[in-house]
Nanobody, 126 residues
Framework: VQLVESGGGLVQAGGSLRLSCAPSGRTFSMYVMGWFRQAPGKEREFVAAINWNGGNQYYADSVKGRFTISKDNAANTVFLQMNSLKPEDTAVYYC????????????????????WGRGTQVTVSS
């Protein structure tokens, strides 16, 4: 399964972007889908996650209230609506997914996810 992200770009501070992520190739239902990001010189960090039916979402404190994760179950597609963007949001954003059921919630660690996209660049200018 390959995850394909789209929607990145260059935006001014205070602006908005919407990222999308969909699986290609052989697909099956994902238990949890999430977004991570990696800024230059920093480790990849968790941004947001959503469970299989979209009923539960979880956000990193740094994006809470500004970002919204949502899911189209029929298309197995996840979205990240990013509002009030700040220069510190500049990073490569990665989509991640796992098809394994887990008692734990939220899934915030890199190792919690089995499938990853190649990333999409988000640049916020000041």
């Amino acid at each position: 399964v390959q995850l394909v992200e789209s929607g990145g770009g260059l935006v001014q501070a205070g602006g908005s972007l919407r990222l999308s992520c969909a699986p290609s190739g052989r697909t099956f239902s994902m238990y949890v889908m999430g977004w991570f990001r990696q800024a230059p010189g920093k480790e990849r960090e968790f941004v947001a996650a959503i469970n299989w039916n979209g009923g539960n979402q979880y956000y990193a404190d740094s994006v809470k209230g500004r970002f919204t994760i949502s899911k189209d179950n029929a298309a197995n597609t996840v979205f990240l609506q990013m509002n009030s963007l700040k220069p510190e949001d500049t990073a490569v954003y990665y989509c991640a997914a796992t098809s394994k059921w887990s008692r734990r919630w939220p899934l915030k660690m890199n190792d919690d996810y089995d499938y990853w996209g190649r990333g999409t660049q988000v640049t916020v200018s000041s």
